[in-house]
């Protein structure tokens, strides 16, 4: 593909922008981590661009191993985080973020 | 203006559009089946991109499992509906205008500056295939490769901890 690098980083960031816009708007705590879960994509995405931005370089491929590992950390984010999810569901029936503020004073 | 250019504005387009679709939907299901559209999307960027391996990892692990995690949830607690706008009145116009700031800064800075020109133009298949990539992995990265395993091991636990009933505290 021979599009500017510039256009790929662009779109990227749109993406974590519209991530930013859904965990400040949503009240659903599964649709916030949704919207995580954009944001580290859009970060992913960057990666690539730039690993095809230096690519002839082996160095480059640095960037992909990278988002391999930002996907696995994710995998592992998204069991503890459901999970937490789910613990909050059986004590509060409702996963309502305003509703979970019981440590305020 | 070329077809590879057509191509990239005709898949960010639809990217957006996903993700903003995401963040609207009243029903969380939707959400979750416009993030897969995203996800999928995405990949296909990133077979753009020479990095077939990366591409095929987002579908199976993103699109697929984690995603089905997602509407496994969903539908376990049955929470499909919700009412948009919290307690707070100005915060949803507040959140979207300092979002879309967000955007049009970064688009700004990044179209600005023109980070990086020029690609190289004729790539090998070589480059972010599974196997170059598993060379570099399994010899550069193996420590961080091997800690990932133990990582993964430590949320299935962890899962499984937190969501496991507490027998004694009920009686």
């Known amino acids: 593909m021979n599009i500017p690098p510039d256009y790929v980083l662009t779109l990227s960031g749109i993406l974590f922008a519209l991530g930013v816009i859904g965990v400040l708007i949503r009240r659903n705590a599964i649709v916030i981590f949704m919207s995580i879960e954009l944001m580290l994509n859009s970060a992913n995405l960057a990666l690539i661009a730039f690993a095809r931005t230096f690519a002839p370089a082996q160095e480059a491929l640095r960037g992909h191993v990278f988002v391999f590992f930002v996907i696995a950390v994710a995998a592992a984010e998204v069991a503890v985080g459901l999970a937490l999810i789910v613990a909050i569901f059986r004590s509060k029936e409702s996963i309502d973020v305003d509703k979970v503020s019981s440590l305020r004073g | 203006?070329?077809?590879?250019?057509?191509?990239?504005?005709?898949?960010?387009?639809?990217?957006?559009?996903?993700?903003?679709?995401?963040?609207?939907?009243?029903?969380?299901?939707?959400?979750?089946?416009?993030?897969?559209?995203?996800?999928?999307?995405?990949?296909?960027?990133?077979?753009?991109?020479?990095?077939?391996?990366?591409?095929?990892?987002?579908?199976?692990?993103?699109?697929?499992?984690?995603?089905?995690?997602?509407?496994?949830?969903?539908?376990?607690?049955?929470?499909?509906?919700?009412?948009?706008?919290?307690?707070?009145?100005?915060?949803?116009?507040?959140?979207?205008?300092?979002?879309?700031?967000?955007?049009?800064?970064?688009?700004?800075?990044?179209?600005?500056?023109?980070?990086?020109?020029?690609?190289?133009?004729?790539?090998?298949?070589?480059?972010?295939?599974?196997?170059?990539?598993?060379?570099?992995?399994?010899?550069?990265?193996?420590?961080?490769?091997?800690?990932?395993?133990?990582?993964?091991?430590?949320?299935?636990i962890g899962a499984i901890v937190i969501t496991r009933k507490l027998r004694r505290e009920g009686k």
């Open chain 2, 1 to 156: 203006m070329t077809i590879d250019l057509v191509l990239f504005l005709g898949l960010a387009l639809i990217a957006v559009l996903a993700a903003i679709a995401m963040i609207a939907s009243r029903n969380t299901v939707y959400s979750a089946l416009f993030l897969v559209f995203n996800f999928l999307t995405v990949a296909t960027l990133y077979l753009l991109l020479n990095a077939a391996f990366i591409a095929v990892v987002q579908i199976t692990v993103y699109a697929g499992a984690i995603m089905v995690l997602f509407l496994f949830v969903i539908m376990l607690l049955g929470t499909e509906r919700e009412s948009i706008g919290g307690r707070i009145r100005w915060q949803m116009p507040l959140a979207i205008v300092l979002g879309l700031a967000l955007a049009g800064e970064l688009a700004y800075v990044l179209l600005r500056n023109g980070i990086v020109q020029g690609l190289a133009a004729d790539l090998s298949t070589e480059f972010g295939s599974p196997a170059s990539i598993g060379r570099v992995l399994f010899s550069e990265y193996l420590v961080p490769f091997e800690v990932t395993s133990i990582l993964l091991l430590v949320a299935m």
